[in-house]
């Protein structure tokens, strides 16, 4: 019911799990705010939570230099001639800009403003064309650094660093099952995809002249990662110290430029700062209520094996991102289903990664899928139902792509377990 006082879910989840406690706990009101008081001191303290400023720095840098645009016209110059190549540019683009970025949402407005022009001019069908940009966009959560995954990493006590390096295979095979998407659309349905135009290796070379030192740096975060050189931290710091030198070297450096970057960083930090603190109060309320043992002996009192489980918690998840934002998904469903997940004797950095996977799928299913009212907002004249219908092809891709990753853990869990540290 407090959901529908239009307050932040943040304060709703604080609100309702301090409630609960002083239900619960034989010192009431005084045990609930103790505890609640401590659950945000523990946050404000936790080391792993400045993971999250400090790539969401480097993402609004990245933004301020430009380097959508960039990255969008080297990966035409390289793609457009292919049937659907400008659309495979886009999703490349959108990858590219998703692993800096570190926003579903940030990458699917930005690349709007970009791509769609483009995609326009080359002649795509326009609904395909926006579900080409709103699906692109989804990478932004899943690629890292993805600020979901530290959410989710803060909520289970997993490594942030796991977390990151889980991401880059399943991240990656989700680029290559889009841009097979392009390509089977190019050659099944022309009028939708067509060719672009041809470029010489000459321009193709010159096109990476200004992308070199952000993708160096991107490189050198997740290869230190994984090789143990540093920690999640002090990656975050170094692609925020990088990110800025790059800003620098472009000439975009001037103090406004400085200060909005650090204004717009403070405002989403402490968005989600909020919103996870009420998070870790509602949990504690979970865990005083009893409700993840409860549920673990109801599942266990059914006699189902682990893996059909699974299934059954895939398919609630699916449900609930069709009515439900995908942040609040990880905030509202982990603290209770990671439990579970772990009883079952499955990997909870596995599970972390399809977690993240499933809330990808919401962000563009109907009738709540986020990137695709982004897409409508930046398009009025384009109809919601055009915008869905373009999405299809990428939902089968991510269909079959989710399934690949429950049946095969190391797709997820090869490179973790490479990780010194």
Not at 46 to 53: A, D, I, K, T
Not at 79 to 102: K, Q
Not at 367 to 379: E, Q, R
């Amino acid at each position: 019911m407090i959901a529908f006082t239009r307050l932040p879910l943040g304060f709703v989840m604080m609100f309702t799990g301090a409630a609960g406690i002083a239900a619960l706990h034989p010192r009431g009101i005084g045990a609930a705010l103790a505890i609640a008081e401590q659950q945000v001191m523990d946050l404000a303290t936790n080391y792993q939570f400045s993971v999250l400023p400090l790539f969401i720095l480097m993402g609004v840098f990245v933004v301020r230099a430009g380097l959508a645009n960039e990255l969008f016209d080297s990966a035409r110059r390289w793609l457009g001639h292919y049937r659907g190549g400008v659309g495979m540019a886009t999703i490349a683009a959108c990858g590219g800009f998703s692993a800096m970025c570190a926003s579903s949402s940030a990458a699917a407005a930005t690349m709007t403003k970009i791509a769609m022009p483009e995609l326009d001019k080359a002649g795509y069908d326009r609904g395909f064309a926006a579900g080409t940009i709103a699906a692109g966009g989804t990478m932004g959560i899943l690629i890292p650094p993805s600020g979901a995954l530290i959410i989710y990493a803060l909520l289970t006590e997993e490594s942030v660093s796991k977390l990151f390096v889980a991401g880059v295979v399943p991240g990656a095979a989700q680029v290559l099952a889009y841009l097979l998407v392009m390509l089977c659309v190019g050659l099944l349905a022309p009028g939708w995809a067509p060719t672009g135009p041809r470029f010489s290796f000459a321009e193709r070379f010159a096109s990476l002249r200004s992308l070199w030192g952000i993708l160096v740096l991107f490189a050198l975060i997740m290869v230190g990662l994984t090789a143990g050189w540093f920690t999640a931290t002090e990656a975050g710091g170094i692609g925020a110290g990088g990110a800025l030198i790059f800003v620098l070297w472009r000439g975009r450096l001037t103090f406004q430029v400085f200060a909005d970057s650090l204004i717009e960083t403070a405002r989403i930090s402490g968005m989600i700062f909020i919103v996870a603190a009420g998070a870790l109060v509602l949990n504690q309320f979970i865990n005083l209520s009893g409700i993840p043992g409860n549920t673990v002996a109801w599942i266990e009192s059914l006699h189902l094996s682990p893996m059909m489980v699974i299934f059954c918690l895939i398919a609630f998840y699916l449900f609930l991102g069709c009515l439900m934002d995908g942040f609040a998904m990880i905030f509202l469903t982990v603290p209770v289903v990671a439990p579970i997940v772990a009883s079952l004797g499955f990997d909870l950095v596995w599970w972390g990664i399809v977690t993240v996977t499933v809330v990808e799928i919401s962000l563009i299913t109907p009738p709540v899928g986020i990137n695709v009212f982004i897409l409508k907002a930046m398009l009025p004249e384009l109809p919601v139902a055009r915008i869905f219908k373009g999405i299809a092809p990428f939902l089968l891709a991510d269909a079959v792509r989710l399934l690949v990753l429950i049946l095969v853990p190391g797709l997820a869990l090869w490179l973790p377990s490479l990780v010194s540290h």
